[in-house]
Nanobody
Framework: VQLVESGGKLVQAGESLSLSCAAS????????VGWFRQAPGKGRQGLSC??????EYSDSAKGRFTMSMDNARDTLFLHMSRLKPEEPAGYYC???????????????????WGKGTLVTVSS
């Protein structure tokens, strides 16, 4: 599966933004999938994931970020609300074969990555 993210842009602090991740070559039927972000100079942080166990969210994403998938199971979405000035980063979607991981919020567990989409938040 190949992944392409889109939707990143400059927003004001407090605004909402939705990102998309389109799959090609396969759909997500056999994969656990997740959203991650990486700020300059920092490591990649897991935000949310969807597996056969359901949705999981990191503490930084709970209550403000919502992950979803379309009915065709080939597009992921991440809706982010009340964005904060400290949240500008590259946002990435990733996938791993279902069952081939221990923690789907762990970036090291993911096997396939998109190239990311940049979100900038101005204060």
């Amino acid at each position: 599966v190949q992944l392409v993210e889109s939707g990143g842009k400059l927003v004001q602090a407090g605004e909402s933004l939705s990102l998309s991740c389109a799959a090609s070559g396969d759909n997500f039927d056999d994969y656990a999938v997740g959203w991650f972000r990486q700020a300059p100079g920092k490591g990649r942080q897991g935000l949310s994931c969807l597996s056969t166990s359901g949705f999981e969210y990191s503490d930084s994403a709970k209550g403000r970020f919502t992950m979803s998938m379309d009915n065709a199971r080939d597009t992921l979405f991440l809706h982010m609300s009340r964005l904060k000035p400290e949240e500008p980063a590259g946002y990435y979607c990733a996938a791993v074969i279902e069952g081939d991981y221990k923690d789907c919020l762990g970036s090291s567990e993911m096997e396939t990555w998109g190239k990311g989409t940049l979100v900038t938040v101005s204060s």
